[in-house]
């Protein structure tokens, strides 16, 4: 029964991450278009790095639609855990490709301020980046509640790309208006260099998060301060260690030796082993937890290393 619901709410959270993708994909389509519309009309530097942030956010996009896709195939011979990595390997791919392109902007700003250029038609593109700031607020926090509601990392980073895409429209429309009441036309080049600046730090913390995945980093304190409490609950068993855990995609690894006592039947301890793999893997659903069983060796006791619980052989 836990199975069927296990599957059951992955084939739910595999729907809610495949619509979202695809509106995410639909909003920066259209947004790219008329940004760069506007940016060729009106001249305005800190524009066309709008349009050019819009126009990664559509491969990003394409990058967490087929990451999310190829993440939810089942293990097969080739892959036997599965193929969840993908998903993290579309977010690396999105911070790098949102490196390059903002280096680019930051080059073309430093250009731009030394041989200032005038911008033109303002009040065309101070209205589409209003409509832009309207429309990235709704779409980013909509992305953004379906990938903290089904754990995807590529979800994660494409709803930070649009609420980025939130604020620097805001910086944008800052630079419009400025230029429109002072004729500060160098104020376009300096949101541009502030913007890249800004959205480079960004895309290199994405990069790290992915990355973290891509070398299979242990999950936060937090969790397995939720797994070390669920193990110690149960008074039976001597102890534990080599203690690991991972995350793949949105699905969370986890695996343990249990120290049980020497006179323990099989079928006790295979119980208390499926018990235990059971409640970790609902704590942290969706997950995978294997148990290894261990007897009691008081030799062994003696040269564990520090990521164990304390055997208690007077326990049992």
Do not use: C
């Not at 805001?170 to 502030?194: E, N, P, Q, R, S």
């Amino acid at each position: 029964m836990a199975d069927e619901r296990l599957v059951q709410r992955l084939a739910t959270d595999q729907r809610l991450k495949e619509r979202a993708a695809k509106v995410s994909l639909a909003y920066n389509a259209s947004q790219t278009v008329l940004k760069l519309i506007a940016a060729v009309l009106t001249g305005s530097l800190s524009l066309m790095a709008e349009a050019l942030h819009s126009g990664i956010d559509i491969l990003a996009s394409l990058f967490a639609l087929f990451g999310i896709r190829i993440a939810a195939a089942p293990p097969d011979e080739e892959h036997p855990y599965g193929h969840g990595k993908s998903e993290s390997l579309a977010s690396f791919g999105e911070s790098a490709l949102m490196v390059g392109t903002v280096g680019y902007v930051g080059f073309r700003a430093v250009g731009r301020l030394m041989e200032p250029a005038p911008v033109e038609k303002l009040d065309f593109g101070i209205a589409v980046i209003v409509v832009s700031i309207a429309t990235s607020l709704m779409v980013g926090r909509y992305v953004m509640r379906i990938a903290r509601q089904t754990g995807s990392l590529a979800l994660l980073s494409n709803g930070q790309h649009l609420m980025v895409d939130f604020w620097t429209s805001a910086g944008v429309l800052f630079a419009l208006i400025g230029t429109k009441l002072t004729g500060w036309h160098a104020l376009d080049a300096v949101t541009a260099l502030v913007l890249s600046v800004w959205l480079m730090i960004g895309a290199a913390r994405l990069g790290y998060q992915a990355l973290q995945q891509l070398i299979d980093r242990r999950l936060s304190d937090e969790e397995v301060e939720r797994v070390r409490a669920i193990i110690v609950s149960r008074p039976e068993h001597y102890g534990y260690h080599r203690l690991r855990t991972r995350q793949s995609g949105h699905v969370r690894s986890v695996d343990f030796h249990l120290v049980v006592p020497r006179e323990w039947s099989v079928v006790q301890a295979h119980e208390l082993a499926d018990d235990l793999e059971k409640a970790i893997a609902a704590e942290l659903a969706p997950a995978s937890v294997v148990v290894h069983v261990d007897p009691y060796d008081p030799e062994k006791a003696g040269r564990m290393g520090p990521d164990h619980e304390p055997l208690r052989p007077d326990n049992a």
